[in-house]
C-alpha cells in the first residue's frame, strides 16, 4: 500500500490533532492540483498545493524516521498524524507530539517549495513552549 500511495499523481494529505484543545491546535491539508477545489478555508486549518515531488519527499521522511503507514486510522491516538488519501487509497501515520515530532514536522516543512510552508510552520508555531 506504501508505494500505491507514494506514487499516485492525485492525492491529499492532512496533518490531523486528536485530542484536548485549550487552545486550538493547527491541522494541514494539503493537496495536489488536481484536488485544488477540495481545500476548503477553515480556521485554524493551512491549505497548500504541492508537486508531486514534495509528497513523495514526506514518505521519504517517513521511511528515513522509521514511521510506518497504517490502513486504519489512528483517531484513538492522542497527538498528531497524517491521512493519506488517493483515488483508490487511504492510509495513516501516527506522528504522535513528542520531541520526534517536532523534528519531523520540520524536516517535512523543510522539503515543501517555500511558498507553501505555512501550513506546517503554523503548527510549529503552535507547538512552541508546550513541554514535550
Same mark, same amino acid.
Given at each position: 500500500?506504501?508505494?500505491?500511495?507514494? &506514487?499516485?499523481?492525485?492525492?491529499?494529505?492532512?496533518? *490531523?490533532? &486528536?485530542? /484536548?484543545? %485549550?487552545?486550538?491546535?493547527?491541522?494541514?491539508? *494539503?493537496?495536489?492540483?488536481?484536488?485544488? =477545489?477540495?481545500?476548503? @478555508?477553515?480556521?485554524?486549518?493551512?491549505?497548500?498545493?504541492?508537486?508531486?515531488?514534495?509528497?513523495?519527499?514526506?514518505?521519504?521522511?517517513?521511511?528515513?524516521?522509521?514511521?510506518?503507514?497504517?490502513?486504519?486510522? /489512528?483517531?484513538?491516538? $492522542?497527538?498528531?498524524?497524517? =491521512? $493519506?488519501?488517493?483515488? @483508490?487509497?487511504?492510509?495513516?501515520?501516527?506522528?504522535?507530539?513528542?520531541?520526534?515530532?517536532?523534528?519531523? *514536522?520540520?524536516?517535512?516543512? %523543510?522539503?515543501?517549495?517555500?511558498? &507553501?510552508?505555512?501550513?506546517?510552520?503554523?503548527?510549529?508555531?503552535?507547538?512552541?513552549?508546550?513541554?514535550?
Amino acid at each position: 500500500m506504501h508505494d500505491q500511495l507514494k &506514487n499516485s499523481q492525485d492525492f491529499s494529505v492532512r496533518l *490531523l490533532w &486528536n485530542g /484536548h484543545e %485549550d487552545k486550538p491546535f493547527y491541522r494541514a491539508h *494539503l493537496v495536489s492540483a488536481s484536488r485544488r =477545489e477540495r481545500l476548503v @478555508d477553515k480556521p485554524f486549518w493551512g491549505n497548500a498545493v504541492i508537486s508531486r515531488e514534495e509528497y513523495k519527499s514526506l514518505f521519504d521522511i517517513l521511511e528515513q524516521r522509521g514511521l510506518e503507514i497504517d490502513v486504519l486510522s /489512528h483517531k484513538d491516538k $492522542f497527538g498528531y498524524s497524517m =491521512e $493519506f488519501r488517493t483515488n @483508490d487509497r487511504l492510509g495513516y501515520c501516527y506522528l504522535g507530539l513528542t520531541e520526534e515530532t517536532l523534528q519531523t *514536522l520540520n524536516l517535512m516543512r %523543510d522539503a515543501l517549495a517555500p511558498e &507553501n510552508r505555512h501550513p506546517l510552520q503554523a503548527i510549529l508555531d503552535r507547538l512552541q513552549g508546550i513541554m514535550l
